[in-house]
């Protein structure tokens, strides 16, 4: 079993700037890869970036690529989402998602709201 706890989410100003942050406990050594996804109302969820855990390849949405980063600290297994830029259309629920061979991880959600 894996655990994934986000944190890092609010309320920011269109232009802003957050970074979500995504601590991973459990078994982690049989993930291979971990993300974020986003969900907004009336929307279905949608790829924002991943990382794979052994080459560190990334792989990011077009609506986001050069104003979000994701990154990861091994020692402390945890994954960030560096969000520059932010626009209104980035309001969503952010969810953190670790992948194994078997199945598909999720973290509970952090709310990111981007209004004047």
């Known amino acids: 079993q894996v655990q994934l706890v986000e944190s890092g989410g609010g309320l920011v100003q269109p232009g802003g700037s957050l970074r979500l942050s995504c601590a991973a406990s459990?078994?982690?050594?049989?993930?291979?890869?971990m993300g974020w996804y986003r969900q907004a109302p009336g929307k279905q969820r949608e790829l924002v970036a991943t990382r794979t855990n052994g080459g560190g390849t990334t792989n990011y949405a077009d609506s986001v690529k050069g104003r979000f980063t994701i990154s990861r600290d091994n020692a402390k297994n945890t994954v960030y989402l560096q969000m520059n830029s932010l626009k209104p259309e980035d309001t969503a629920v952010y969810y953190c998602?670790?992948?194994?061979?078997?199945?598909?991880?999720w973290g509970q959600g952090t709310q990111v709201t981007v209004s004047s």
């Open positions: 998602n670790g992948r194994t061979p078997i199945r598909a991880y």
């Open positions: 459990g078994s982690i050594s049989s993930l291979y890869a």
